[in-house]
Nanobody, 127 residues
Framework: VQLVESGGGWVQTGGSLRLSCATSGLTFFDDYTIGWFRQAPGKEREGVSCINLSERSTFYADSVKSRFTISSDNAAKTVYLQMISLKPEDTGVYYC????????????????????WGQGTQVTVSS
């Protein structure tokens, strides 16, 4: 199994980026849940968003609601994170992760539950 993030970079406050999580080796892709997490320097990794691929239900951290949108192209086995109105506090390494268990709003950001992880992509938002 491989998850490969891309699309990170440097933007100014208010800018936009679109992250991609390309997957391979996930048998029955639609059965998985894909989460996006981020880790800022000196801080713990935190959940950003999640999508249950079977029905495309989505969840977001309060800090990114209305600014970030998670979506998927199940045929391409790729999940996206569209980020707009970026703020300096969005800076960090963004990781995607996959798990077979269905997620809801009580557990979608339980980091330890996710089995497969990508290597991360750096997002830097300057003020």
């Amino acid at each position: 199994v491989q998850l490969v993030e891309s699309g990170g970079g440097w933007v100014q406050t208010g800018g936009s980026l679109r992250l991609s999580c390309a997957t391979s080796g996930l048998t029955f892709f639609d059965d998985y849940t894909i989460g996006w997490f981020r880790q800022a320097p000196g801080k713990e990794r935190e959940g950003v968003s999640c999508i249950n691929l079977s029905e495309r239900s989505t969840f977001y951290a309060d800090s990114v609601k209305s600014r970030f949108t998670i979506s998927s192209d199940n045929a391409a086995k790729t999940v996206y994170l569209q980020m707009i109105s970026l703020k300096p506090e969005d800076t960090g390494v963004y990781y995607c992760a996959a798990d077979l268990r269905y997620r809801d709003d009580t557990n979608w950001n339980n980091i330890n539950d996710y089995h497969y992880w990508g290597q991360g992509t750096q997002v830097t938002v300057s003020s």
